[in-house]
C-alpha cells in the first residue's frame, strides 16, 4: 500500500484576516504555522503571502522569501508557491512571480478559468478589521478567475525552465482535459501531481459522484502517470480527504481551504487540521509519507536546487 502525501495549505488569498484570529498572515506567522503543520505530519506546504500591514494577498516575492528561506532552513518539507495569487485584479505575471524568482522545487497551477464567487462571505455578520475585506470578497460576484491556455503555457515554460514540477489545480472535468493536451504537447511531464478540487462556488461540486467522476476522469486519461490528491473546500475538507485516502489517493488540508476544524468550532492552527486528518486515516490502516518519501514519488528536484 502507497503512502500517503498530506498537503497543508498554509494561508491561500480566499479568506480574509477578520475570518478567524488563527489564519496567518505575517511572514512569521505563515512560516509559524508551516514548520508545525510539517512537524505534524505534512509533506508539502502550499504557500500564498500576505502583506504584513493588514493582511491582503500579494504576489511580492521578497515576502515569500521571508518565510520559504526559513522553512527550507528549519525543515525537510517540500515548499510550493503558490501561482493563484489572490484578487481579481492581480496579473497572470504578478501572480506567478514568486515561483520565478525562487525556483522552488513545486508551484501550484490552476489549469482552467473558472467564475469563482466568495461574495457570499461577505454577507455574513462580522467586524471587520480592513477596509479591502468586504470589496475584495464582493468584487468576485463579477470575477472571471483567469487561467486561459497562454497563462498555463507561459507558467509552465517559464518556471518549468528551472526544474520545478507543478500542484496541477483541477477545479472541473475540463481542467483534466486541459491538462491532458498539455501532456500531449509534451510540456508537462508524468509523474504528475493532480489536485482535484471540490466545493468551490462556480466549479465542481463536493457530492461523491464528482469525486467519483473526476477520478474516474483522470484514470482514464493518466493511467499510471499520475498521483491523485484532493481538496474539499469549508465542510468538506475532512470527510472528501478520508474518502479519497480509502480510494488510494492523497489528501490536501489547511486554512486556506477551510478555517474550521469541527462544526462551528474554528481550527486554532494548520497543524491542528493536519492532526486530525492523521488521527482519520492512520487508524485505517494508511502510512504517512516523508517529506522525502513524497519527493521521489514526485520526481522533484531537491530543495538544494532552489534560488532561496
Not at 102 to 111: A, R, T
Not at 228 to 235: F, Q
Request: aromatic fraction near 8%.
Amino acid at each position: 500500500m502507497k503512502k500517503i502525501i498530506i498537503t497543508a495549505a498554509i494561508t491561500g488569498g480566499a479568506h480574509t484576516p477578520s475570518m478567524s484570529p488563527h489564519l496567518p498572515v505575517t511572514p512569521q506567522e505563515i512560516a509559524d504555522q508551516a514548520i508545525e503543520a510539517i512537524e505534524a505530519g505534512a509533506a508539502i506546504v502550499h504557500l500564498h503571502a500576505r502583506n504584513p500591514e493588514d493582511g491582503r494577498p500579494t504576489g511580492d516575492p521578497e515576502i515569500f522569501r521571508q518565510f520559504v528561506s526559513r522553512i527550507k532552513t528549519e525543515t525537510d518539507a517540500i515548499v510550493n508557491v503558490s501561482t493563484g495569487g489572490g484578487g481579481p485584479a492581480m496579473p497572470i505575471s504578478e501572480r506567478a512571480a514568486a515561483g520565478v524568482a525562487l525556483q522552488p522545487e513545486m508551484c501550484s497551477l490552476n489549469m482552467g478559468s473558472i467564475n469563482l464567487n466568495l461574495s457570499e462571505m461577505a454577507a455574513k455578520d462580522r467586524n471587520w478589521r480592513y477596509s479591502w475585506e468586504v470589496e475584495h470578497l464582493t468584487a468576485t460576484k463579477d470575477l472571471v478567475f483567469r487561467n486561459t491556455f497562454s497563462d498555463i503555457e507561459w507558467i509552465l515554460r517559464t518556471i518549468g525552465a528551472a526544474g520545478t514540477r507543478f500542484e496541477f489545480e483541477c477545479y472541473d472535468v475540463s481542467h483534466l482535459y486541459t491538462l491532458k493536451y498539455f501532456l500531449d504537447k509534451g510540456l508537462v511531464k508524468p509523474p504528475l501531481f493532480i489536485q482535484t478540487i471540490f466545493g468551490l462556488r462556480g466549479a465542481i461540486g463536493a457530492h461523491i459522484e464528482d469525486v467519483m467522476h473526476q477520478k474516474r476522469t483522470a484514470d482514464r486519461l493518466f493511467g499510471d502517470q499520475y498521483h491523485w490528491s484532493v481538496l474539499g473546500a469549508g465542510k468538506d475538507q475532512m470527510s472528501l480527504a478520508t474518502l479519497a485516502a480509502i480510494m488510494g489517493g492523497n489528501v490536501r488540508v489547511g486554512l486556506e481551504d477551510s478555517l474550521y476544524i469541527g462544526r462551528g468550532e474554528l481550527a486554532v492552527s494548520n497543524a491542528a487540521q493536519v492532526q486530525k486528518i492523521r488521527s482519520i486515516i492512520e487508524p485505517l490502516g494508511f502510512e504517512i509519507a516523508t517529506p522525502q518519501e513524497a519527493r521521489e514519488m514526485l520526481a522533484l528536484k531537491g530543495k538544494a536546487n532552489t534560488a532561496f
